[in-house]
């Protein structure tokens, strides 16, 4: 049975499996060790460009919050460290695992769009939780071969509507 911690896709879908290992994987491991050289050869920077849905689903209130890559890794170091000061009852890795669902990836051609969900939280010391309730929509692009990130709609409600 598989965990988690598991690639759903197996080795017989390529594809899939690689952008699972991306936005998964390497993603909470990257963010936990706050350390961006672990993704940023993930992001293809001349195709870049990030959407901020500011937990609306009314799409009138999304803003192009990360219109280069340079941007949102400012935004996502800043993240990572404020998590990193935090202190935690429960394991971030197995709880931020826990709470990430990714299985729909559309791919046609050379392009993909991935649903990366977050629905969970965090006990911290104290007993209060980081709530992780929100969802991410990618659009990745198969580079030289190798699925790379063009773009996001993030930071949106889970569910919407």
């Known amino acids: 049975m598989p965990s ?6 197996p080795n017989s879908d390529p594809d899939r499996s690689a952008i699972w290992e991306m936005l998964v994987e390497r993603d ?3 963010f936990l ?10 992001f293809a920077p001349d195709r870049f460009m990030g959407v901020h849905g500011h937990n609306n689903a009314n799409p009138d209130h999304w803003r192009l919050a990360f219109p280069s890559l340079d941007e949102y890794r400012d935004e996502w170091l800043r993240q ?8 935690y009852q429960d394991d971030p890795r197995t709880a931020i695992f826990s709470a990430t669902v990714l299985r729909d990836i559309e791919i046609n051609g050379d392009r993909a769009i991935v649903h990366k969900k977050f629905g969970g939280h965090i ?3 104290d007993g209060s939780k980081d709530i992780l309730n929100w969802q991410t929509v990618y659009y990745c692009h198969r580079i030289g071969g190798t699925w790379k990130i063009a773009g996001f709609n993030g930071y949106l409600p889970n569910p919407m509507g």
């Open 80 to 87: 990572a460290q404020e998590f990193q000061k935090e202190s």
């Open 28 to 30: 909470i491991t990257a």
């Open 4 to 9: 988690q911690f598991t690639n759903p896709f």
């Open 123 to 125: 006990t911290k010391t």
């Open 33 to 42: 060790a706050a350390d961006w050289s672990m993704v940023e050869n993930d």
